[in-house]
């Protein structure tokens, strides 16, 4: 199990698989692998994806909403650093990619009013942010 964070960027869904999910504590630094690029279309898919095919097994919208860059996207990207503040249900405030050596990023929560050590937002609110269903509740 994985979350993929997803960034429109010239209308694809730039995508990062964070095993851990993401954090609101600004100590806390998750690892990022980058994936392929998403068709705008996958932003609303919630379902099972059959085994053998490309992201199998149980799919929510777990977070949604929307960013506002803090520098700019495409040399971010190539550069290897992008910040943005994000304006979701779960997910709010400054946030940062950094890509380390291995090409892997790392997803860290910046300082801000919306910062939170105490809070796992993942155990706290694991239900899709479109049917209100876990992941464990999507396959039935």
């Known amino acids: 199990m994985h979350y ?3 960034l429109e960027v010239d209308g694809v869904l730039k995508s990062w698989a964070v095993p851990k999910g993401p954090s609101l504590d600004p100590k806390v630094k998750r690892m990022a692998v980058p994936t392929e690029d998403h068709p705008m279309e996958y932003a609303n898919f919630e379902g099972v994806i059959p085994a053998g095919n490309y992201g199998a097994g149980r799919v929510i919208v777990w977070e949604m909403g929307v960013y ?7 040399e971010g990207l ?5 910040s943005f503040v994000l304006a979701g249900e779960k997910l ?4 940062a990619l950094t890509r380390m050596r291995d090409d892997s990023w790392l997803l860290v929560k910046m300082s801000d009013e919306y910062a939170d050590r105490k809070t796992d937002i993942t155990i706290e609110r694991p239900e899709s942010v479109l049917s209100g269903k876990t992941i464990d509740e999507i396959a039935a």
Request: net charge positive; charged share 35%; proline share 5%.
């Open 68 to 74: 506002a860059p803090l520098s700019d996207m495409r």
């Open 78 to 82: 190539r550069e290897g650093h992008i």
């Open 4 to 6: 993929d964070f997803r």
């Open 92 to 95: 709010k405030g400054g946030f």
